[in-house]
């Protein structure tokens, strides 16, 4: 069968949020051995948690890319040996998922490569934060920020409010204030993280309009 390019995105998009777990996992890690479980023990219960379900998930998707498609299996009933299958639903996402790693399986070299440049990525993320908090006075080392950061982040991806408004405040209030910190500098530290999110997404978004208005011409 023809892949149409919505099947491709999917494949794009669905990979590459797992080889962001990847790096992510190894940084909560990293946070849990550097002492979050008794430093600040929320950002620790949260760090152990997004630790343990990503580690999860990426051995789920690792068995689903291994295993062959069968319409069903055996399972032992009252009236001997019969088949299941999954929920409709969930077949169907479980099919899309195959064929996405599918997909992106037939180039293992960039698939690789995707793997390796993820962490570099993932530090430099890092490296922003901890650019911003030396700006605004606070001496918190870089390996100190590795270990705060990846847990404030995942937590300010749940959907609880838009962009995190509020939340994001809050978590770098309670990080940092241990660490000498005024509340002033902390959520002045948080929303100056965010505005230049949302600076880097402004400039993503105007290089996909330019190209969109470049083809229509």
């Known amino acids: 069968p023809v892949v149409g390019s919505a099947e491709l995105a999917v494949a794009a998009v669905v990979v590459t949020r797992l080889i962001e777990l990847v790096p992510w996992t190894l940084l909560l890690g990293w946070g849990l051995w550097w002492g979050l479980w008794w430093r600040l023990p929320a950002l620790g219960i949260a760090a152990a948690s997004f630790a343990v379900l990503f580690s999860g998930i990426l051995a789920a998707s690792l068995v689903l890319a291994r295993r062959r498609a069968r319409p069903g299996r055996p399972r032992p009933t009252s009236a001997g040996w019969g088949t299941w299958r999954l929920p409709e639903p969930v077949e169907r996402v479980v099919g899309r998922l195959r064929r996405a790693f599918a997909l992106v399986g037939r180039d293992r070299r960039r ?107």
């Open 111 to 217: 698939l690789l490569l995707s793997f390796v440049l993820s962490l570099p990525f993932s530090l430099v993320n890092c490296l922003a934060v901890h650019v911003i908090m030396r700006g605004h006075g606070l001496t918190l080392s870089y390996l100190d920020t590795l270990a705060l950061i990846p847990t404030i982040d995942t937590v300010l991806a749940l959907p609880i409010t838009i962009g995190g408004l509020g939340i994001r405040e809050g978590l770098f209030v309670h990080a940092l204030e241990p660490f000498g910190a005024t509340r002033a500098a902390a959520v002045s530290i948080g929303l100056t993280r965010w505005f230049s999110e949302l600076t880097r997404a402004a400039v993503g978004g105007l290089v996909f309009l330019g190209r969109g208005l470049a083809r229509r011409r």
